[in-house]
């Protein structure tokens, strides 16, 4: 950091990234120069051959080349391991040595050609061994152009007019960019056309309408509005977060944690109150992950799954309820896997929706006799259209009687529950349900992006059903202002496992993983390359974080224990309070709009913490109850993306219902708990 320059343009690498790349390639090109000695050492006297004039030289040069190809590898390697990620003068002469060893590709593509020439042409009388090495060295010196082309496709930056961020005062980089500089380098309304460009390559397999347009163009604007003020690379984002996550392990290890330990053991009948929670989450987690199809069904039983749907799909064949829309070829299958995780009889569905576009989800309604409720479940993120809907993060208003104060919900997640209110309500399938069981109460759940739309659902049907219950597991974390998810409060059961990343996932939160990175990189006096592997070796074998020290001054590492939006040290305007959320975007966040926070009640499940390499021990976990500050930065962790797995979050409330009495805590008194009646 900053991006590195070069032919008069700036690259998606540092000067810093070339180490793991050159001492690759360095390694690669030492066998290969060995083996090309030992072969002329070996066969000098042994050249009569058609070209026996023309090998000789051909390998002499050769072997020179890739001399000068591995010495000057050696001295990138060797530079680039210099200074830290800010510190920039050690590296100053990594340019240079790029455009020598550009130079040299040039001789070296020569040779390749000639190569080609020679292994083609007639060669009687040469050593099939010295004809062979000579084939698989010109292959090998393709070989390694190919990869070279596509490296540089790869970090080629089309953004790339060179920036150069300003010295601060007490020295280093300033990691934010000038107003001047900015304009240099690019104007905001090209790196939205880029972004766009680039989401509409990666999903150029989904059908353009209107609305898939309007998306790509949002979200462009979304993700050039939070890239363009840094000058970070792929490489400084990986460093900081193994830095970043190495001291948020040192600070749970040293602070006390009065909220995750059972000091203050609730009440009996709190207890109670929660483990009925916990049971009945556990048993509409079942409908959430059905909303899958047979996808999570067969990941989660790897060795059995497919054959069970294979003797269920022939059996659905004739048995399944009106024929659901939009399921394509697995149609069976999919309602087969709904049957074994929910444990219903087919005459139990009243209405199956595959149709999947971007925000338009499937979702499917059931009676479920057991807890007498017709269900609702809405299917999580499983396709590159869900992934647009989930993207769609701006603010839009959601206008609800009973709620007091601002009332906006996420766009894409807000127009995904209005869809499936429409198709309820238009559509008559609510009441085709309860013409069957009148008695019966409303339930919606979901999964991740199921749970956020589960969660709207649930607002926009509030007023036809004042009794209906909703249970959202590991909803996205900005999905509702601060006033919605106070209305949503009597109604909705939120549910979070561990360290999940989802339910922080807000755009204010992600503005404060970046300041956190830039600040603990510039903080930090180790090389990059340390940072990574140390980094690796903690994250796989675990061990104690304070073992693997990052050279942080105590004043920088309390700042990293602010919460969200209290510190802007690399801000020209600080924020005083530290002590809530505020209540609008940081005056220097480019996301402009009120926070927005979890739905409803929430229940975070802790697992309990020990020491050493965690992934060959037993896991207990502890249920707490939380409020949406809890949830307002970015965890670090491997399990930042396990724990959202619907089949572990299964797996674990099934566990926690199984234990007697439950290990529960509480964060505020069980007055305040005031939990939902089943």
């Not at 209005?418 to 009148?438: E, H």
């Not at 964060?667 to 009646?677: E, F, I, N, R």
Request: aromatic content about 8%; some cysteine.
């Amino acid at each position: 950091m900053p991006a590195l320059v070069a032919f008069g343009r700036r690259w998606s690498l540092a000067g810093d990234d070339l180490v793991f790349p050159g001492a690759f390639e360095l390694l690669l090109r030492v066998v290969w120069w060995i083996g090309i000695l030992v072969l002329y050492l070996t066969y000098r006297g042994q050249l009569d051959c058609k070209h026996g004039r023309i090998l000789p030289s051909y390998i002499l040069v050769l072997i020179v080349l890739l001399a000068a190809i591995i010495i000057i590898l050696f001295v990138i390697v060797c530079v680039s391991m210099q200074g830290t990620i800010t510190n920039l003068r050690p590296r100053r002469h990594i340019p240079v040595l790029i455009y020598v060893r550009t130079a040299l590709y040039l001789p070296e593509l020569g040779w390749a050609i000639m190569g080609a020439v020679l292994i083609n042409d007639e060669t009687q009388g040469c050593p099939a061994t010295l004809i062979n090495t000579i084939s698989i060295a010109v292959i090998a010196s393709w070989i390694f152009l190919l990869f070279t082309v596509i490296a540089v496709l790869v970090v080629f930056d089309p953004l790339g007019k060179p920036k150069r961020p300003g010295p601060l005062p007490g020295g280093g980089w300033d990691l934010e960019s000038s107003e001047s500089g900015q304009l240099l380098y690019t104007a905001r309304s090209l790196a939205a056309r880029v972004w766009e460009y680039r989401l509409k390559l990666l999903c150029c397999c989904i059908a353009r309408d209107a609305d898939t347009q309007t998306a790509f163009t949002h979200i462009g604007q979304l993700f050039s509005t939070f890239f363009m003020d840094t000058d970070l690379v792929a490489g400084d984002i990986a460093a900081g977060l193994s830095l970043l996550h190495l001291e948020q392990d040192k600070m749970e290890q040293s602070r006390e944690l009065d909220d995750e330990a059972c000091l203050d053991p609730q009440p009996a009948a709190a207890a109670e109150e929660l483990d009925g929670d916990l049971e009945t989450a556990a048993h509409y987690m079942r409908f959430a992950a059905a909303a899958y199809g047979w996808p999570l069904y067969i990941f989660s039983h790897p060795l059995t799954g497919l054959c069970k749907l294979n003797c269920g799909c022939w059996c659905c064949r004739s048995q399944a309820p009106d024929p659901p829309e939009g399921g394509g070829d697995c149609l069976e299958c999919n309602f087969s896997s709904m049957l074994q995780t929910t444990g219903l009889q087919h005459r139990d569905f009243i209405h199956v929706s595959l149709h999947n576009k971007i925000y338009e989800i499937p979702f499917f309604v059931a009676l479920d006799h057991k807890m007498e409720a017709v269900v609702v479940a809405v299917r999580g993120t499983l396709s590159l259209e869900d992934a647009l809907t989930d993207l769609c993060a701006n603010c839009e208003t959601l206008n609800i009687s009973g709620a007091t104060g601002e009332c906006v919900a996420h766009k894409g997640i807000l127009q995904a529950a209005t869809y499936i209110y429409k198709k309820l309500m238009n559509d008559g399938i609510l009441s085709q349900a309860f013409a069957v069981v009148p008695e019966y109460r409303l339930v919606v759940t979901g999964h991740s992006l199921g749970a956020g739309a589960a969660s709207i659902l649930a607002i926009l049907l509030h007023s036809s059903f004042p009794q209906l219950r909703c249970y959202a597991f590991s909803p996205p974390g900005g999905l509702l202002s601060e006033a919605l998810a106070e209305f949503s409060r009597g109604f909705i059961l939120s549910i979070v496992l561990g360290k999940d990343l989802i339910p922080r996932l807000s755009l204010p939160n992600v503005q404060d993983l970046k300041n956190k990175i830039l600040r603990i990189v510039a903080h930090c006096n180790r090389p990059k390359y340390q940072i990574l592997l140390r980094g690796c070796w903690y994250e796989v074998c675990g061990g104690n974080p304070n073992r693997f020290p990052t050279e942080l001054e105590e004043e920088h590492r309390a700042q990293l224990a602010q919460p969200l939006l209290a510190e802007q040290s690399l801000r020209v305007d600080h924020s005083g309070s530290h002590g809530s959320i505020s209540d609008s975007s940081p005056p220097h966040s480019p996301f402009k709009g009120p926070p927005l926070f979890l739905p409803g009640r929430i229940i975070h499940i802790v697992e309990e913490r020990r020491d050493g390499c965690l992934y060959f021990s037993q896991v207990k976990h502890h249920a707490v109850w939380r409020d949406a500050s809890s949830f307002s930065s970015i965890l670090i962790s491997p399990k930042m993306i396990t724990d959202h797995m619907p089949d572990l979050l299964l797996k674990v409330l099934q566990q926690l219902c199984r234990e007697t009495p439950s290990v529960l805590c509480s964060s505020h008194s069980p007055a305040t708990t005031d939990p939902l009646p089943v």
